[in-house]
Nanobody
Framework: QVQLVESGGGLVQAGGSLRLSCAAS??????MGWFRRAPGKEREFVAT????????YYEDSVKGRFTISRDNAKNMVYLQMSSLKPEDTAVYYC???????????????WGQGTQVTVSS
């Protein structure tokens, strides 16, 4: 049974930091990444990391502030979030991708999400 379980969300003040973790089961994926959905908005891509090359890709709004990393041996992916802004407030979802297609294309598995709230 494939499971992706996020943790690490919480409430922080603007300028603070959080580290999100995602534990995956079932197999090693080609990409693992993070998406987010703010209230009343569509889900958006945040960051992803390639298993083989370890190449990383970020949404422009988080570049220089967020860092994605992965531990393939443990099937874990992390998102270090720094210099947080109120507009980063959202439910953050871990996602896994099986096929070596474009990094922003369809992902196959999704976690339940973890809430990140940034106060001003």
């Amino acid at each position: 049974q494939v499971q992706l379980v996020e943790s690490g969300g919480g409430l922080v003040q603007a300028g603070g930091s959080l580290r999100l973790s995602c534990a995956a089961s079932g197999r090693t994926y080609y990409y693992m990444g993070w998406f987010r959905r703010a209230p009343g908005k569509e889900r958006e891509f945040v960051a992803t990391i390639n298993q083989r090359s370890s190449s990383t890709y970020y949404e422009d709004s988080v570049k220089g502030r967020f860092t994605i990393s992965r531990d393939n041996a443990k099937n874990m992916v992390y998102l270090q979030m720094s210099s947080l802004k109120p507009e980063d407030t959202a439910v953050y979802y871990c996602a896994a991708k099986l096929a070596p297609s474009n990094y922003r294309a369809r992902y196959d598995y999704w976690g339940q999400g973890t809430q990140v709230t940034v106060s001003s």
